[in-house]
Nanobody, 120 residues
Framework: VQLQASGGGLVQAGGSLRLSCAAS????????MGWFRQAPGKGREFVAAISGISGGTLYANSVKGRFTISRDNGKNTVYLQMNSLKAEDTAVYYC??????????????WGQGTEVTVSS
């Protein structure tokens, strides 16, 4: 599976961004999809994940109520709608695909990352 993330950019605190991750190469609906992020000087952390078929979701406590993960299996794309952005959301965001829906980084395929900068 090849993953291409996009949609990052510079936004003011309180603003919104929508990230997209386009997948190709395998049957998209067979895979659970996750978003992770890595802030400067920090390790990679889980943000959100969505099941391939049921659409069930997982969220990190830090983004619950502000971020929404969704997917369009017809377009082979997963989205991360980010609202009420905070300076601490600044990071490179990565999408990932895997057979297990999990908050750990045990995903099989990773995209290249898209950078989000939130100015305070």
């Amino acid at each position: 599976v090849q993953l291409q993330a996009s949609g990052g950019g510079l936004v003011q605190a309180g603003g919104s961004l929508r990230l997209s991750c386009a997948a190709s190469g395998r049957t998209f609906s067979n895979y659970n999809m996750g978003w992770f992020r890595q802030a400067p000087g920090k390790g990679r952390e889980f943000v959100a994940a969505i099941s391939g078929i049921s659409g069930g979701t997982l969220y990190a406590n830090s983004v619950k109520g502000r971020f929404t993960i969704s997917r369009d299996n017809g377009k082979n794309t997963v989205y991360l709608q980010m609202n009420s952005l905070k300076a601490e959301d600044t990071a490179v965001y990565y999408c990932a695909a895997g057979r297990v829906l999990t908050k750990s980084d045990e995903y099989d395929y990773w995209g290249q990352g898209t950078e989000v900068t939130v100015s305070s």
